[in-house]
C-alpha cells in the first residue's frame, strides 16, 4: 500500500477584454496564463514483501499546466438570450509528461528516485452554448449544453490517475429575483467516452478499461444585492 500526502501553491492571471455592441449585443476575449504549480509532501509505504521499502519519505513535484484563450458570446432576442463559449487551451507547451521525484527506497530502485509519466497531450478545444428564457421580469430559465475535448486520444498517453477523454454536458437552471434577492438553481450532467489507458512509459503497467463516467452536478446559490 502507498500512500501520498501532498499540499503546494499555484500562481497564474488572466487578462481579458470585452466590446459591448449595444445592451442586448457583446462579445468578450480572455488569455488565462500558464500556472506554475510547487508541491511538496511525504510518500509512505506499507505492508510491502521488501521491508526495505516501508516507511515514509519525502516527495515533491513542480508541474506547468497550460494557458488557454477564451472567446464568448451573447446576444437577446426579445425574451431570449444566447450565449456561446469557446476555449483553446495549449497543452502542447507545458505538459509534454510529469514528474515525481521521491528519495524513498521504492522510488529510488525501481524508477531512479524519479517517477516520470509521458502525456505527450495535444492542444484541445471546448465549446459551450445556452440558452436563457426571459419568462417574466423575476424569472428566468436557462438551458446549456457544451463538448470537452481531451487532450489525448491514444491508450498509451492515459494513465491510471488520468483516465481522461471527450466530455458531453447538458444543464438546466433557473433565477428568480424580488426585491434584492435572487435565488439560483442549476443542475448539470457530465458523460465521457470509455477509455482505455496504457501507460507504455511505465513497464510495470498494465492496460486498464474505463467504462463510462458520468456526473450529476446540482448547485444552488442566494443573492443579495445591497
Not at 470585452?18 to 500558464?34: A, D, I, P, Q
Not at 435572487?182 to 448539470?188: E, F, I, K, R, S
Not at 458523460?191 to 448547485?219: C, F, R, W
Request: contains cysteine.
Amino acid at each position: 500500500k502507498s500512500e501520498f500526502d501532498v499540499h503546494g501553491w499555484t500562481q497564474t492571471g488572466t487578462v481579458g477584454v470585452m466590446y459591448e455592441h449595444n445592451e442586448n449585443t457583446r462579445f468578450g476575449v480572455s488569455y488565462r496564463l500558464r500556472s506554475a504549480q510547487k508541491t511538496k509532501g511525504d510518500f509512505d509505504v506499507s505492508g510491502s514483501l521488501n521491508l526495505a521499502f516501508n516507511g515514509g519519505a519525502n516527495v515533491w513535484s513542480n508541474p506547468d499546466l497550460p494557458e488557454s484563450l477564451i472567446f464568448s458570446g451573447y446576444h437577446r432576442y426579445k425574451n431570449l438570450g444566447f450565449s456561446g463559449t469557446a476555449r483553446w487551451t495549449h497543452w502542447t507547451s507545458s505538459f509534454p509528461e510529469f514528474t515525481v521525484y521521491s528519495d524513498h527506497p521504492l522510488m529510488k530502485t525501481v524508477y531512479g528516485g524519479a517517477k516520470v509519466s509521458k502525456y505527450n497531450y495535444q492542444n484541445s478545444w471546448t465549446l459551450t452554448g445556452g440558452v436563457d428564457y426571459y419568462y417574466c421580469k423575476n424569472l428566468t430559465f436557462r438551458f446549456g449544453g457544451g463538448w470537452d475535448e481531451s487532450p489525448t486520444h491514444k491508450p498509451e498517453n492515459r494513465t491510471i490517475r488520468i483516465p481522461d477523454n471527450d466530455r458531453w454536458w447538458m444543464s438546466v437552471g433557473a433565477s428568480y429575483m424580488k426585491n434584492n434577492w435572487q435565488l439560483d438553481v442549476g443542475y448539470a450532467h457530465m458523460i465521457a467516452k470509455t477509455s482505455k489507458a496504457l501507460e507504455t512509459s511505465d513497464p510495470n503497467a498494465v492496460p486498464v478499461k474505463y467504462k463510462n463516467m458520468q456526473s450529476h452536478i446540482l448547485g444552488v446559490q442566494v443573492q443579495y444585492k445591497f
